[in-house]
């Protein structure tokens, strides 16, 4: 794998920090006149998405990280491992609730999404921004009421809970906003 | 390198060109009415300073073709000539000019920078740090500035005393401090990551703030203070987290300069760093007699991103080095 020296690192770029694969999310130049030169450089541990500021001396190098996102298939989940399929290669992956994480309350059986992969083993799984699911419960609202203020609280298909406007029914097909979690639309079949 | 459609336009705005020469004629203004000298030094020299922390630029010179080039350099500072010129007779002489310093870029560094450096003979560097705060309640338009000793803020920002906490105490204070770094760094080393990460960013945030007497380990080209020889004669000035200004009651002793010449040179060899010729001109003139002086140096384009408010040094550079 390529080396990168601290002047290289660039937002995006991956590498090896203590065994554990980091992605850059700034690097700044920090020399005093007459002095040590340093760079001061956030990044995000991909394993367990913590970020940490670490100084190097300027010229360190760092040893870049295998790291590559692919698009995926959802199959299924068993409980334990949650399956997707490359649908170009045909691969399949299998990962656990630990690397699923935030993500399994979105998937949804053959919903394409993103898994990140170091050194081919899947580190990180990403939902599609946008998911259509059906509502499986939520209270009755109030007839007529269509303005949505306020809303309540309606559990989709995959489990999620999602606030939603009064008007919106048990059964309906509802898109939602992955990144905040929030409703967006009703869907029509 | 690929070009982009806009990429052959400025770093800067044509608005804020006219403000920025405004503020250098003001300058220019400043020292010619205290009776300065202005003075026109080279910027590519047959040898450069031996600081380890500065990287010049070579140049390759040809006096005629199909030799060996002779490599030159571009000044890391117009230091060297202007003290020649000083123990020449000049009296007190000013000059803004380029310097280059290599492998420097970054949000406040850009490789090709523009430097404002002065020196007054017979004064020593308090008095040079009331002229220096002058300029800057011009140019800044602050009320005025404050003052602290190196170990003062040390002491304020961690209560520790900088001269005498082992590299130990160093390294645990970064690591309270949440900074992950682990390197191998020699005292002074510690001292400048401390200062640089956790200490400037929180000065001069009201007023424009002077450190002064750094450590003799950090001398660089000051003297060290008789009365006390764990400190330099040195101070830097800081405006809103950024380190702006540096200057010296300045070194005179050649033989001492020497010496700590051919030390720097020494942790150049184990740090595999470029050796460079030692610069005899400018010990020869120390040697014939440089007056008693003081000397500050300052950069140019981080005052005028100071004093207009922009976030970074290339929106006020005509072209900065990604578009040079």
Known sequence: MAVFSTNEFKPGLKILLDHDPYTILENEFVKPGKGQAFNRVKVRNLKSGRVIERTFKSGDTAEGADVNDIEVQFLYGDGEHWHFMDQASFEQYSINEAGVADAKIWLKEQDTCTITLWNGVPLAVMPPTFVVLTITETDPGVRGDTSGGGGKPATLETGAVVRVPLFVQTGEIIKVDTRTGTYVSRVKE | ?324
């Open chain 2, 1 to 324: 390198m690929t070009i982009s459609t806009s990429s052959w336009k400025p770093s800067a705005s044509i608005e804020t060109l006219k403000v920025r020469a405004h503020l250098i004629r003001q300058i220019q203004r400043f020292f010619d009415e205290r009776g300065f000298l202005e003075v026109d030094t080279p910027l590519m020299c047959s040898s450069t300073g031996t600081d380890p922390n500065i990287e010049s630029i070579s140049a390759l010179f040809k006096p005629f073709a199909d030799v060996h080039p002779t490599p030159y350099y571009l000044q890391s500072s117009p230091e060297f000539a202007m003290k020649r010129l000083l123990a020449a007779g000049s009296g007190p002489t000013y000059q803004i000019c380029k310097a280059f310093r290599n492998g420097e870029v970054g949000r406040y560094h850009n490789p090709e920078f523009t430097m404002l450096e002065w020196y007054r003979p017979d004064w020593d560097d308090h008095a040079l740090m009331e002229e220096v705060a002058d300029l800057l309640k011009l140019i800044l338009k602050c009320e005025q500035v404050e003052k602290f000793t190196y170990r003062e803020v040390f002491q304020h920002f961690f209560n520790l005393d900088p001269f005498h906490a082992s590299i130990e105490d160093l390294q645990s204070l970064v690591r309270e401090n949440h900074l992950e770094a682990d390197l191998s760094l020699s005292h002074d080393g510690w001292l400048q990551l401390i200062m640089s990460h956790f200490i400037e960013p929180q000065l001069g945030q009201t007023l424009p703030t002077f450190i002064y007497d750094f450590p003799a380990s950090q001398a660089a080209l000051a003297r060290i203070k008789p009365e006390n020889n764990l400190l330099a004669a040195r101070f830097e000035v800081y405006v809103k987290g950024i380190e702006l200004a540096n200057g010296f009651h300045e070194l005179l002793d050649a033989d001492e300069q020497k010496a700590r010449f051919l030390q720097d040179l020494e942790t150049r060899k184990t740090q595999n760093q470029p050796i460079t010729p030692l610069d005899e001109l400018f010990l020869a003139a120390l040697k014939a007699g440089l007056p008693d002086c003081s000397g500050v140096a300052l950069g140019v384009d981080r005052l005028i991103m100071l004093a207009l408010n922009k976030p970074s040094i290339d929106q006020v550079i005509s072209f900065d080095f990604l578009k040079s």
